[in-house]
């Protein structure tokens, strides 16, 4: 059983910078796509980033030029970099590797 952990969460103030990551316990980083979602209190979750296993990334319109998705094959671990993070950014971070999805990750942006 794949099991992904998710960290890098915290609260931050308006304009600043949290790095996330979502480490496998096997090697699928890069086998399979993968995501970042995201899901505020009250609303749906929503999709914020992808990352194909060949290396394409897709963004929400509402991140992009902010917030960067990665990988790191050789430490099994995926990444989303969030810069100038925003009020309206507040939400649990999940990832999601082919069908596994980690626990979440609170971030909350408030100053």
């Known amino acids: 059983q794949v099991q992904l952990v998710e960290s890098g969460g915290g609260l931050v103030q308006p304009g600043g910078s949290l790095r996330l990551s979502c480490a496998a316990s096997?090697?699928?980083?890069?086998?399979?796509?993968m995501a970042w979602y995201r899901q505020a209190p009250g609303k749906q979750r929503e999709l914020v980033a992808t990352i194909t296993n060949g290396g394409g990334t897709n963004y929400e319109a509402s991140v992009k030029e902010r917030f960067t998705i990665s990988r790191d094959n050789a430490k099994t671990t995926m990444y989303l970099q969030m810069n100038d993070l925003k009020p309206e950014d507040t939400a649990v971070y999940y990832c999601?590797?082919?069908?596994?999805w980690g626990q979440g990750t609170q971030v909350t942006v408030s100053s």
């Open positions: 999601k590797i082919h069908i596994y």
């Open positions: 096997m090697r699928i980083v890069g086998i399979y796509d």
